[in-house]
């Protein structure tokens, strides 16, 4: 028996063409809104940074209602009661290794005791004159 020929195989190479893909870029995500978490941080900053101001306020409030109910207070006769409590309390900072508050709270006395000097021309609770011995 002769042999068969063999069949024929094709060697075609058949490509398959890649379906072409178009990409839209995507809309940008909204930036989210943190805003709202800091405001807490952020009165809290403003508070600390105003130390100073409202330690010298409540110093005020304090001479002023001590003022209004007549207390007495031990006095240094050339500074009154403001400019007494404000030294005190400036030396009483300089002891207690630097406590802020006690160095605001000096602050604000001295400059109510300042702005009584120049408008009255006397310190609160400074009624007695340097030298007037019928005191």
Known sequence: MPKRAAARQSSAIVRQVAPVIVRVPASPKPAKRTRARHYGAAIGHAAAEEKHRIAAIFTGA???WLDAQGTKIPTVPMLGRAGTVGVATYLIYRQSKGNRMLSHIATGALTIAA?????????SGDDSVMGDPTV
């Open 62 to 64: 304090v001479l002023g």
């Open 115 to 123: 702005y009584e000097l120049a408008n009255k021309g006397s310190i």
